[in-house]
Nanobody, 128 residues
Framework: QVHLVESGGGLVQAGGSLRLSCTTAARTFSTYDMGWFRQAPGKEREFVGAINRNGGSLLYADAVKGRFTISRDNAKNTAYLQMNSLKPEDTAVYYC?????????????????????WGQGTQVTVSS
C-alpha cells in the first residue's frame, strides 16, 4: 500500500554533494518512522540514518555522521538525505524505507527488518 519513489542519485566527484528525495502518495507517511540504507555490490545492506515519525529524533551511522543530514516534510510526504563531503566509499545504491520501529534506539533503527516498505533504490557514485 506504500510505494516509495526515490530520486536525486547520480555521479559526483569526491567532496561534492547530493540530495536524495524519497516521496510517497500514501497518506500514512507521517505515521511511519523512516530510514535510509545503502548497499554496495557484494556487500550487505548498511544503515545510514533514521528519523522518527515527527522528525524530532534522528540517528546516524558513524560513517556518515557530520556529513549527511536526514530530514522530512510530512506535509509533502517526502524525506530527504542531504549528503555532503562525499567520499568514494559512499558509492552504493541508497534505499529509503518506512516502518514502525517501536523503540527509537540505534539497535532497532539500524536493523533492516525493523522496516516494512522499501523504495527501489537510487545509485550514488562518488568518483575520486
Amino acid at each position: 500500500q506504500v510505494h516509495l519513489v526515490e530520486s536525486g542519485g547520480g555521479l559526483v566527484q569526491a567532496g561534492g554533494s547530493l540530495r536524495l528525495s524519497c516521496t510517497t502518495a500514501a497518506r500514512t507517511f507521517s505515521t511511519y518512522d523512516m530510514g535510509w540504507f545503502r548497499q554496495a555490490p557484494g556487500k550487505e545492506r548498511e544503515f545510514v540514518g533514521a528519523i522518527n515519525r515527527n522528525g524530532g529524533s534522528l540517528l546516524y551511522a558513524d560513517a556518515v555522521k557530520g556529513r549527511f543530514t536526514i530530514s522530512r516534510d510530512n506535509a509533502k510526504n517526502t524525506a530527504y538525505l542531504q549528503m555532503n563531503s562525499l567520499k568514494p566509499e559512499d558509492t552504493a545504491v541508497y534505499y529509503c524505507t518506512l516502518g514502525l520501529v517501536g523503540n527509537f534506539v540505534r539497535a532497532v533503527v539500524d536493523t533492516a527488518t525493523s522496516y516494512r516498505y522499501w523504495g527501489q533504490g537510487t545509485q550514488v557514485t562518488v568518483s575520486s
